[in-house]
């Protein structure tokens, strides 16, 4: 009895654990020149508060993580030709793994990954990156607003109401 359900446990263990590894096995990167590259821009659809630019770079022939990258990010706005240029880094928690942030104002942004090693160059075209411009928050300037009444309105109340119980109790003691 103890065996059928160890056997019955390994066996939906196994089942359960096989898309995992499929998926783990899978390379969502593109083959560009030496490399094979995968990159993520979040958030989806970027914000005028920023945008974090990962990049994870490999040897497209061994599949090794390649530590030793020069990875920038090249932003041009297509309305004025401002240029952005963003060196991303690695670490050695997560080799091969490049990441930096960039806060481009407001605008449609032309996006390129070069990438340089011992391997060779690219330079990797992103499709344009569209930045709303930033509107304030009106829930956080409305409770601000309602707020401040509040303290404005009760403030004056608290203070006539002690006057008041104080103007009774004078009274009711000189009786």
Request: hydrophobic share 45%; charged share 15%; no cysteine.
């Amino acid at each position: 009895m103890i065996k059928k359900a160890s056997l019955v446990l390994t066996t939906a263990l196994l089942l359960a654990l096989t898309p995992l590894a499929a998926f783990a096995q899978e390379s969502r990167g593109e083959i560009i020149g030496p490399y094979i590259i995968e990159i993520d821009i979040s958030p989806d659809p970027p914000t005028a508060r920023g945008v974090l630019v990962a990049v994870a770079v490999a040897d497209a022939a061994t599949g090794e993580s390649v530590n030793d990258a020069d990875v920038s990010v090249l932003t041009v706005n297509q309305e004025d030709g401002t240029l952005g240029d963003t060196q991303a880094r690695t670490t050695s928690t997560f080799p091969g793994y490049y990441r930096t942030p960039i806060t481009p104002e407001s605008g449609t942004w032309s996006l390129q990954i070069a990438i340089a090693s011992k391997l060779g160059e690219v330079v990797v075209d992103q499709p344009p990156l569209v930045i709303p411009a930033l509107n304030p928050p009106i829930a956080g300037t409305l409770t601000f607003v309602v707020a401040m009444m509040a303290i404005g309105i009760v403030t004056p109340y608290l203070w006539w109401s002690s006057r008041k119980a104080r103007q009774r109790r004078a009274a009711a003691a000189a009786q």
